[in-house]
């Protein structure tokens, strides 16, 4: 069975900082893209990011570029999001996800798995 468990999630004033992780079970994490989406009250979910299984490559969402970082730990079977220059409107509960391929890992429709979601608050 599939399980993938957000954590990290918080509180945050505007400017700051939160990492996020994701642990991943009952897959070959090795061989996953493992994606983060995020769904602010009130919108569609959307994209945040995502990582291919080796060699990596690596895509963010454009409002996320250079403030945002993802990483994959193969060892721990887990994922990372670094949320650096926090703004309000990243406000949402965020979600990862599991593909078996890189292609289409901008699209959530194209994930097998996902987590239950943590919730990210970054206040003004």
């Known amino acids: 069975q599939v399980q993938l468990v957000e954590s990290g999630g918080g509180l945050v004033q505007a400017g700051g900082s939160l990492r996020l992780s994701c642990a991943a079970s009952?897959?070959?994490?090795?061989?996953?893209?493992m994606g983060w989406f995020r769904r602010a009250p009130g919108k569609e979910r959307e994209f945040v990011a995502a990582i291919s299984a080796s060699p990596i490559m690596i895509y963010y969402e454009d409002s996320v570029k250079g403030r945002f970082t993802v990483s994959r730990d193969s060892a721990r079977n887990t994922v990372n999001l670094q949320m650096n220059a926090l703004k309000p409107e990243d406000t949402a509960v965020y979600y990862c996800a599991a593909k078996p391929r890189w292609l289409g890992s901008a699209r959530a429709e194209n994930y097998n798995y996902w987590g239950q979601g943590t919730q990210v608050t970054v206040s003004s």
């Open positions: 009952g897959l070959t994490f090795g061989s996953n893209t």
